[in-house]
């Protein structure tokens, strides 16, 4: 950097600190103007103090620079989690070069000049820097809610004392097929279980790969000592099962999830008796 260089450097960083309130007030009430009330003008002013006092900072310490970008960091994710677009988070930035700029048009001098023209691409690197932090924070953002959806989808509830049921529905892949595997697993370790329904009358279709998902999956079970009956195979999936020749194996499979049902509980011992045809009892061996 050459001595006039330094020269309007030094001059533009003493309008920043001699003019730190004034220029603050005026940041606050740019950058809050696209927002349109959406966010809290005491929570934003406390935000952009804090960058322009680590900006100050940076000026004359590399840690200062460190804090400052730890801090564009974390006003990216938090615009991200509050639903802001990438634009209106750098433009929170970028306000900075305009509040500077109306006092840098106040002095008309050239030393004034050329130290914002060094200044407004050192707030371009930081604006862009908060644009790439913004789209690594909603990001993340996707990931874990795609991740949480996964959860909600495949859920394993009991159905009865011994018998634990996977209700499918949607599309099974890979990550699915892992994260029902699983559930699954840790419930029957939990419930002590001897039996898991697996339905897949909310599947759309089943082709050669879904085929394998759900054997793998039934493997895995008898590895921990269940037996596995897969329900709800519907006589368009059964169609594409046999024309695709897709061998189940010695595997149990049942109609509807109610058949799948009433045979786990014949199979534990429970018989289900009906009366009246409205009512149903439950009797089981020792009984």
């Given at each position: 950097?050459?001595v ?26 740019i ?11 005491t ?30 960091a ?55 820097y908060t ?63 001897e ?42 999936i059964a ?13 149990i ?15 534990s ?19």
């Amino acid at each position: 950097m050459t001595v006039q260089e330094n020269t309007s450097k030094r001059h533009i960083e003493e309008l920043l600190r001699g003019k730190e309130e004034e220029i603050l007030k005026r940041w606050v009430e740019i950058s809050s103007r696209p927002l349109r009330g959406r966010l809290n003008e005491t929570q934003t002013a406390k935000e952009l103090r804090e960058i322009y006092r680590a900006l100050l900072r940076s000026f004359d310490h590399a840690d200062g620079a460190t804090e400052l970008r730890a801090l564009l960091a974390e006003l990216s994710r938090s615009r991200a989690q509050q639903g802001f677009t990438p634009g209106e988070t750098a433009m929170a930035v970028f306000g900075l070069k305009d509040a500077v700029s109306e006092l840098v048009e106040a002095e008309a001098g050239v030393e004034a000049l050329r130290g914002f023209l060094w200044l407004s691409s050192t707030i371009d690197g930081l604006g862009l820097y908060t644009f790439e932090a913004y789209t690594t924070a909603r990001e993340k953002i996707i990931a874990d809610q795609a991740e949480e959806l996964l959860e909600l989808s495949t859920p394993v509830v009991k159905l009865w004392e011994g018998i634990v049921a996977v209700p499918l529905v949607g599309t099974l892949d890979s990550a699915r097929t892992q994260v029902v595997m699983e559930k699954l697993l840790q419930t029957l370790v939990d419930t002590g279980s001897e039996y898991a329904v697996i339905d897949i009358t909310g599947v759309p279709a089943v082709d050669t790969q879904v085929a394998q998902h759900l054997l793998k999956t039934v493997m895995a079970a008898r590895l921990m000592g269940a037996n596995c009956v897969i329900s709800g195979i519907r006589p368009q999936i059964a169609h594409t099962i046999v024309t695709l020749g897709i061998e189940f194996g010695d595997i149990i499979t049942k109609a509807t999830l109610a058949d799948a049902l009433a045979y786990a509980l014949r199979k534990s011992g429970v018989e289900v008796v009906g009366r009246r045809q409205t009512r149903v009892a439950v009797r089981t061996e020792e009984s």
